[in-house]
């Protein structure tokens, strides 16, 4: 599975962006799909999850509310809404596939990874 990311940039405090990740290789719709993040000197972490239906999501306490993570399963594509973005927000993005029926929220239960999309929120 190769997983393609993009949509991140520049804005600032408030503002929204929306990241996509392209799948391609084995079926897309049998994997449960996420985004992690990793700041500067700070570990990967946890962003958020779908499973493969659509139907169950997962977001880490700090997005919840901000952030929306959906999936075109006809399009082999993973997305994520980021709304009311701040600071604390920057980092590079990754989008992760996992091939299960399970959401979980830690790194290595994932088995495929995109190269990261890198996200800057000005204060």
């Known amino acids: 599975v190769q997983l393609q990311a993009s949509g991140g940039g520049l804005v600032q405090a408030g503002g929204s962006l929306r990241l996509s990740c392209a799948a391609s290789?084995?079926?897309?719709?049998?994997?449960?799909m996420g985004w992690f993040r990793q700041a500067p000197g700070k570990e990967r972490e946890f962003v958020a999850a779908i499973s493969w239906s659509g139907g169950r999501t997962d977001y880490a306490d700090s997005v919840k509310g901000r952030f929306t993570i959906s999936r075109d399963n006809a399009k082999n594509t993973v997305y994520l809404q980021m709304n009311s973005l701040k600071p604390e927000d920057t980092a590079v993005y990754y989008c992760?596939?996992?091939?299960?029926?399970?959401?979980?929220?830690?790194?290595?239960?994932?088995?495929?990874w995109g190269r990261g999309t890198q996200v800057t929120v000005s204060s």
């Open positions: 290789g084995r079926t897309f719709s049998t994997y449960v």
């Open positions: 992760t596939a996992r091939f299960a029926s399970t959401i979980v929220a830690f790194s290595t239960g994932y088995d495929y």
